[in-house]
C-alpha cells in the first residue's frame, strides 16, 4: 500500500505498482498470502494465513482500478480513506488479474443499478424532479469513469487497462473469454 496525492491516475497507479513490486523484491521476503472477498459492500483482504482482516475498503470508495500490462496476475486499486487520504492498493493473483476486476467490476455495476433504483423510487415518492438528481457520482466523478462505460463484457483484451473497459467491438487483438462470478475468493 502507498499513499498518493490524486484519485484517479493510471501513470501513477502504475508507477506506484512498479515501485511496490521492487520494494518487495529487494526485500528478498515471500509476499503475504492473502485472500480477497467481494462482496456488494465492500472488498475485504484476508490473511490467508490467520483469517484476519487486514482491510475492509468500502465499495463506494474505491475510485480506480488498474491492470499491470507487465504482469497478467497483477492489479491495484485506489482506496480512499475517511480522512481524504488516497491509498492505493496493489494485489498479485494466483489467477489471471482480469477475473478479480471484472468482478470488482460486475460489483460496480449492480451497486450502480442499485443506486438507480432506489434513487428511481425516491424520485416516484417526490412531486418534483430535479435535473442534477439525474448525475450519479462516487467521490466526485461519474461512475462511468471507474471502469469506462458500465455495460457487460464478454471479452477482453489484456494488453492495456484502457483495452480491457473499451467496447468489445473497439479491438480484436488477443481477445479471450471470461466468465465472472458475484463471489471471488483468491487465495
Not at 18 to 43: C, D, P, W, Y
Not at 144 to 155: A, P, R, Y
Request: with cysteine; aromatic share 6%.
Amino acid at each position: 500500500m502507498e499513499d498518493l496525492s490524486i484519485d484517479r491516475d493510471e501513470k501513477i497507479c502504475l508507477d506506484s505498482m512498479f515501485k511496490l513490486k521492487a520494494v518487495v523484491r529487494a526485500r528478498g521476503k515471500h509476499k503475504q498470502r492473502i485472500e480477497l472477498n467481494i462482496t456488494m459492500s465492500a472488498l475485504k483482504v484476508i490473511d490467508d494465513a490467520t483469517k484476519a482482516q487486514i482491510a475492509i475498503h468500502e465499495i463506494e470508495r474505491i475510485s480506480f482500478v488498474v491492470i499491470d500490462p507487465r504482469d497478467l496476475h497483477a492489479f491495484g486499486y485506489i482506496y480512499n480513506t475517511s480522512d481524504g487520504r488516497h491509498q492505493f492498493w496493489a494485489i498479485r493473483t494466483e489467477r489471471v488479474a482480469t477475473v478479480t476486476v471484472l468482478a470488482l467490476k460486475e460489483v460496480f455495476e449492480l451497486a450502480f443499478e442499485q443506486y438507480r433504483n432506489a434513487e428511481k423510487a425516491e424520485l416516484l415518492n417526490e412531486s418534483t424532479v430535479t435535473s442534477s438528481q439525474s448525475d450519479v457520482s462516487v467521490n466526485g466523478s461519474p461512475l462511468k469513469d471507474l471502469f469506462g462505460e458500465l455495460s457487460t463484457v464478454t471479452t477482453i483484451t489484456t494488453t492495456t487497462t484502457q483495452d480491457l473497459f473499451s467496447s468489445p467491438s473497439s479491438s480484436n487483438k488477443n481477445k479471450q473469454q471470461i466468465q465472472t462470478e458475484k463471489q471471488v475468493s483468491i487465495n
